[in-house]
């Protein structure tokens, strides 16, 4: 069903790379999830008035929520695939976000609702009747809900979409509530014991949950997120794969939308090539990475020492004790000035984020112990530098 829907409504479906079509994959999500969700809604309705079921009730209205959700999906979508202008010249990609986030407020909204009406079911209990049409028609929309988990999985995963994503995982939530809902007439009717009310606070609870789920999973990129480890060893091999590139460091990426990221990074050269031969180099990988990747890159160059065997031994050196005290440290702009009582050795040290502000003076000062055990002649001149990217 899925492939049958992908390949009828979305022109060029295969070249999720484009804007025109991840936002024709948004349209197509948000379209049939209004649709389901509006038949989820008032079969639910019509089944929580029949049984007089709170938690029933709660969980139509919830679909119902997941309609309008679908709705701000839809116009989330639409929007973010407006052109930079002036005042947005990195385009309006993260209104997909907003809209997100909008979202997750109105299913927490709906979840608080039913939440004070199951308190209210807990105080003053009404009898439940039990219906084997009510209960087929709950079973049906658990399938339809599981099928709308994985069609949103399917396409998020296809374009890269966490809203989709998030959609997928409050579809697979509203599963496990209806089966709560099920579970608590079934209890009922065989054992005369109505916990109606205390199953419609379990709802209500998941359903809260999986908005601040979804809230959570849209602020990341708003706020602003490491670098995904993937799409760092892609950046980083990318640029190091082309010929006069020795190594790279200092990726940065900015996201501006889900298709729209802006990077920076900083190339090493070697120092005794023509400095304009480098500089056509990293204009050509820079051209190559929106061609490529769709990332505006911009790359700083950074000349190193390839030559002098003396630099390359100490900064070996000088490496293997950083790595003693930590594995995860990492140094580059290894240089050294020369002094007649002093050595300086000038390096950057990329640090995770575990390392505060206060644990750094010490670990500068380890680091000296060091490298001074190497040669009592050797300051260092140490910079330390964060990594962006996120831990795999």
């Given amino acids: 069903m899925t492939e049958f829907l992908v390949k009828t409504f979305v022109k060029d479906y295969e070249h999720t790379e484009e804007a025109t079509v991840r936002t024709a994959y ?34 139509a209205f ?13 116009i989330g979508v639409k929007m973010a695939e407006k052109p930079a202008d002036r005042e947005h010249p990195f385009g309006h990609g993260r209104l997909e976000y907003i809209a997100a986030l909008i979202v997750s407020f109105l299913v927490i909204e709906v979840g608080f609702t039913f939440f004070k009406n199951a308190i209210a079911k807990i105080r003053t209990p009404e009898d439940l009747s039990f219906s084997l049409l009510s209960m087929l028609i709950l079973l049906a929309s658990v399938a339809v809900k599981l099928w709308l988990s994985f069609f949103n999985k399917n396409l998020g995963n296809r374009v890269n979409s ?91 990426v900015h996201n501006y939308g889900p298709t729209r990221s802006l990077a920076s990074i900083h190339a090493e050269v070697p120092n005794n090539v023509d400095i304009e031969t480098s500089h056509e180099i990293i204009d050509r990988i820079e051209r190559d990475a929106v ?82 055990a190497l040669d009592e002649r050797f300051h260092c001149v140490i910079t330390f530098d964060n990594a962006f990217v996120a831990e795999d």
């Fill in 62 to 74: 919830n679909n119902l929520s997941d309609a309008a959700s679908s709705v701000i999906g839809f």
């Fill in 291 to 372: 061609k490529k990747l769709g990332i505006f890159l911009v790359i700083h160059m950074d000349p190193v020492e390839t030559e002098d065997k003396r630099v390359a031994d100490l900064k070996s050196r000088v490496l293997a004790a950083i790595r003693e005290l930590d594995p995860s440290l990492t140094l580059h702009d290894f240089r050294i000035v020369d002094g007649e009582q002093q050595i300086n050795l000038i390096f950057d040290v990329v640090v995770p984020f575990t390392y505060g502000e206060q644990e750094r003076p010490k670990l500068r000062s380890a680091i000296e112990e060091r490298v001074r």
């Fill in 162 to 252: 966490t809203v989709m994503q998030a959609t997928a995982a409050d579809a697979l939530g509203d599963v496990v509530t209806t089966l709560a809902t099920m579970g608590s007439i079934l209890f009922f009717r065989f054992t005369g014991i109505n916990i109606d009310g205390y199953v419609g606070l379990v709802v209500s609870l998941l359903v809260m949950w999986a908005g601040v789920g979804i809230a959570r999973d849209t602020l990341e990129p708003l706020i602003g997120q490491s670098v995904d480890p993937k799409l760092y060893r892609e950046i980083t091999d990318f640029v190091e794969g082309y010929d006069g590139i020795l190594g790279s460091h200092d990726l940065i």
């Fill in 26 to 59: 948004g349209v197509l999500a948000s379209m049939v999830g209004i649709l389901c969700n509006l038949l989820l809604f008032g079969g639910k309705l019509l089944v929580g008035l029949l049984l007089r079921s709170v938690s029933v009730m709660a969980d």
